[in-house]
Nanobody
Framework: QVQLVESGGGLVQPGGSLRLSCAAS????????MGWYRQAPGKQRELVAL???????NYADSVKGRFTISRDNAKNTVYLQMNDLKPEDTAVYYC??????????????WGQGTQVTVSS
């Protein structure tokens, strides 16, 4: 069984920073793309940032220049460094990983979500 566990959310003032982490564990053979999504109250879940296994990244326009996605393949972990946070960044943040487990077909796995609140 593959699990993704996120950490690092919390309450921060506008202009502040947070670093989210998401660690994948279980019977993993290979992890391909990893990414972060977010869902604000009353809105659909949206892409924040993606990173391929070779390190190529992609960002939503709303976070370019403020957020940085990275990964540690040895630790099966993806990170999201969030700087200059704005109230509109408030949401539940979810990580997703495209995983090929050792004993079942490749598919996407999701974390449980971590709350990020930006408020003064």
């Amino acid at each position: 069984q593959v699990q993704l566990v996120e950490s690092g959310g919390g309450l921060v003032q506008p202009g502040g920073s947070l670093r989210l982490s998401c660690a994948a564990s279980g019977a993993i053979w290979k992890i391909y793309g990893m990414g972060w999504y977010r869902q604000a109250p009353g809105k659909q879940r949206e892409l924040v940032a993606l990173i391929r296994s070779d390190g190529v990244t992609n960002y939503a326009d709303s976070v370019k220049g403020r957020f940085t996605i990275s990964r540690d393949n040895a630790k099966n972990t993806v990170y999201l460094q969030m700087n200059d946070l704005k109230p509109e960044d408030t949401a539940v943040y979810y990580c997703k990983a495209d995983v090929s487990p050792t004993d079942r077909p490749q598919r996407d796995y999701w974390g449980q979500g971590t709350q990020v609140t930006v408020s003064s």
